[in-house]
């Protein structure tokens, strides 16, 4: 008799511990799969978010690793254009050292025009080609430090889709008194800069229904976003502290939103707020959609190589 209520007991046990050990599986395979679904959108989210930030590349293929004084040394340089947008620019080489010495002459740069990117791929263009420069030192120079500039205008442009807007803050509650546009809500040119978030609040005042947005921009990590009225300008230290762009905000069939100083805005780090506020009369819910139009300049600097500069002298006998 007890011994087969022992083997009822251990039947009983058997069982339990392959329920437990089944829940047990079950939730690690849900939540493997709960959290593979956060880092799928992660990465997703990241992705779409950085395909969207292309500029203009410039590559350069210096001639050789190494100058000598009184012979010839040329850079080539091919230029990309990733964007969906034709560009004017120049691009820039610099070293440096005294024009007494030769070399690359102060302000030397080629102006540059590009069609825009299509179907099959970005336009590409070769720069600074059969173009040679010569050193004159009469001792060795130690290192040269080249770099390379390129400077173009662009144009930032899109809309946010469908924006409500109503006559009261207690009225139809389907339109929101505060929401935020990103992703799909945002219909925005690819470039080194763009809109990634608008935020939207609404207020009243007297007559008039009050509407703040808080444009968000993000910039490519790599270039300097600036005042596209200096892109052309002969003295380049001129621009590089410049960085106020103009700005266009306006609600289709409602009216212009006047941004931070005169729709002036200042670009100085790779996420930048500015806040746009717009004045309207109406009398029933309107939903349209808000353009944002954005001239700025893009200045990228990078080095070409440094190379070591000997005299003509040097290895003689």
Known sequence: MKERLLTVFLVIMLVLILLV????????????????????????????FS???????????????????????????????????PIEGRA????????NFGGIPSGYCEDFSMDAA??????????????LFVYEVPFDFSDVNIKSQIFYNALTKGKIKNVCIKP??????ECANEETFSGSALDFSSGP???????????????EMVMRLFITLRSLS???????????????????KDNTLGIKVNYAGLGEFVCDMDNKVKIT??????????????????ESPISIVIDYGVKETKDVGTFSLSSKNEGTI
């Open 51 to 85: 395909s969207r930030l292309i500029g203009v590349e410039l590559k350069t293929i210096p001639t050789s690793k190494e100058i000598r004084s009184g012979e010839s040394f040329g850079i080539t340089g091919l230029l990309k254009n990733n964007l969906e947008q």
């Open 118 to 131: 299509d179907e099959t791929g970005p336009q590409q263009l070769e720069i600074f080609k059969n173009t």
């Open 222 to 240: 790599d270039v300097e976003i600036i005042n596209p009225d200096f892109v052309n300008s002969a003295d380049l230290e001129e621009f590089i």
């Open 168 to 173: 009261s803050l207690l009225d139809n509650e």
């Open 193 to 207: 800069l763009i809109v990634s978030k608008v935020k939207k609040e609404l207020s009243k005042q007297q007559n």
């Open 92 to 99: 820039c080489l610099s070293d440096k050292v005294s024009d």
């Open 269 to 286: 780090k790779t996420s930048t707020d500015i806040e746009c506020i717009g004045k309207f009369s109406l009398g029933e819910i309107i």
């Open 21 to 48: 050990l089944g829940g047990c599986q079950g939730f690690g395979e849900q939540t493997k799969k709960f959290s593979g679904g956060l880092s799928g959108f992660g990465k997703k989210a990241d992705s779409e």
